[in-house]
């Protein structure tokens, strides 16, 4: 990888290299784009878990039109990383975000790189999680990605002390299919899904916080997101299965606070998924808020909110977060 002052130390795989040269390329253009962060860590110390196999090819995917936000997705995630984003003014939490993109790829600017910017600008030192999709092969199948977002949870809490914040103040944030290992994370950080590979894994692997941002939820006909079950579980899931990977049906009692975001006239993930989840919480009695805005579609992230109410969402998360001491 890059250390901090940009000199090349090692290389975390293809994608850092095509991270890398793409934003070299979008320096040529007149629309200047903000480089990419060069720390970035991978997420386990050898290969991920269950890699034996698995023959999936990792792709970087730029889907950027021109004169528009750079959009890019990696698709068929083979080393999963964690990138760093550092605040000027570190305020002594870290957020870890979890992109969407259907389980099919990670859309890393729009729901990863875009708003930890955000996020780092105040003050949260921020990861943005590259996971593993649950379609390419890996031996723990629907279990990969959570294997992933474990994992780096606590790598995340293991750089604490190295970047200037408290173990015991990290958030996740998930978004779509993200926000459905966000939602799986936190009701089953405790769930064995891996062996232990190195002293990383002896930290919790609990956020302390969540915030679910138009999340799948239910796997259940109705207000499934198709597309996310059909990756995760297959075509013809077992009632079994359909409940066990329901975030909603889940929740022991022991979840942080969580907060949830979606819109109304979301045509992609039903807002039902983020009201089953909310009242699953509060059955519980756990912390929890919810913010339903009348319009912004899905996916809005920090984009095209401008002129809608969605566009509180980033302070409301701010205002939720401090309350909660994160």
Known sequence: MFNRRGTLATLTGGLLTSLLASAAAAQTKPAKAPMDPTEVLPLWPGDPPGSAGVTAVETLIDRTVAGGLRDRAVTHTRKPTLTVFRPAKPNGAAVVLMPGGGYERVVTDKEGFETARWL??????????LYRL??????????????????????????AKALGFD?????????????????SLTVRFEAKVYDRADAVDDLSARPDLSC???????????PVHAGSR??????????EQITAYSPDQTVTGREPPVILVHAAD??????????????????????????????????????SIAGKTVAAWPDLFVAFAKRHGI
Not at 134 to 157: I, T, V
Not at 230 to 239: F, I, M, N, R, T
Request: hydrophobic share 45%; charged share 15%.
């Open 120 to 129: 780092a600008d105040h003050g949260y030192t921020c990861f943005v999680l």
């Open 212 to 222: 679910l941002m138009y999340p799948v939820v239910s796997m259940a006909d109705g």
């Open 134 to 159: 649950p379609g390419d092969g890996w031996g723990a199948g629907p279990d990969a990605p959570l294997q992933d977002a474990q994992r780096g949870l606590r790598l995340a809490r293991s750089k």
């Open 266 to 303: 979301d045509k992609t993930v039903p807002v039902a998924n983020t009201i089953m989840m909310f009242t699953a919480l509060r059955a519980k009695a756990i912390p929890a808020e919810m913010h339903v805005f009348e319009e912004g579609g899905h996916g809005f992230g920090l984009r």
């Open 167 to 183: 173990p015991a103040r990290v958030a996740i944030m998930g978004f779509s299919a993200g926000g459905h290992l966000a939602a």
């Open 230 to 239: 059909k990756q995760l579980l297959g075509a013809s899931p077992s009632p």
